[in-house]
């Protein structure tokens, strides 16, 4: 029977990324596709969960207003959502998928939602990197 780290593995080189970093004891990937906007998309194993997060932005000086558009972004996202680091000092995409039936379909679904997200919402984000 295939491990979750493998099955993983496999869906990521059938999706055609890039696998910058495999750690097969801490259970992590981390993958590029910088077409599509995916630079060090962390993807962990942490059963039952699959975890993914990508850093997205650090936050210059926050904003009552910066927060409210993220948190109303967050509304549009199809999978995944912004969220803040333990610090409060960084903008960071983290998406979360149960592993017992998880699909090359779910993962790239996933991994769709972040790359539209970029696309679409990528000059925005800009903008609050620099204010």
């Keep these: 029977m295939e491990n979750n780290f493998d099955k993983i593995k496999n869906y990521i080189m059938e999706l055609?990324?890039?696998?910058?970093?495999?750690?097969?004891?801490?259970q992590v990937f981390v993958i590029q596709d910088e077409n599509l906007g995916i630079k060090n998309?962390?993807?962990?194993?942490?059963?039952?969960?699959?975890?993914?997060?990508?850093?997205?932005?650090d936050?210059?000086?926050?904003?009552?207003?910066?927060?409210?558009?993220l948190l109303?972004?967050?509304r549009d996202i199809v999978h995944?959502?912004?969220?803040?680091?333990?610090t409060g000092g960084k903008v960071i995409f983290r998406d979360t998928l149960q592993l017992e039936n998880l699909d090359k379909n779910e993962l790239?679904?996933?991994i769709n939602s972040l790359t539209l997200l970029l696309s679409e919402?990528?000059?925005?984000?800009i903008e609050f990197s620099k204010n």
């Design 80 to 86: 995944g959502a912004f969220v803040l680091d333990e």
């Design 16 to 26: 055609g990324f890039d696998i910058s970093v495999e750690n097969k004891d801490d």
């Design 108 to 110: 790239e679904g996933s």
């Design 59 to 69: 936050v210059q000086h926050s904003s009552k207003e910066m927060f409210q558009e």
């Design 41 to 57: 998309l962390v993807i962990g194993c942490a059963d039952p969960i699959l975890i993914m997060e990508q850093f997205i932005l």
């Design 72 to 74: 109303q972004k967050n």
């Design 121 to 125: 919402y990528g000059g925005r984000l």
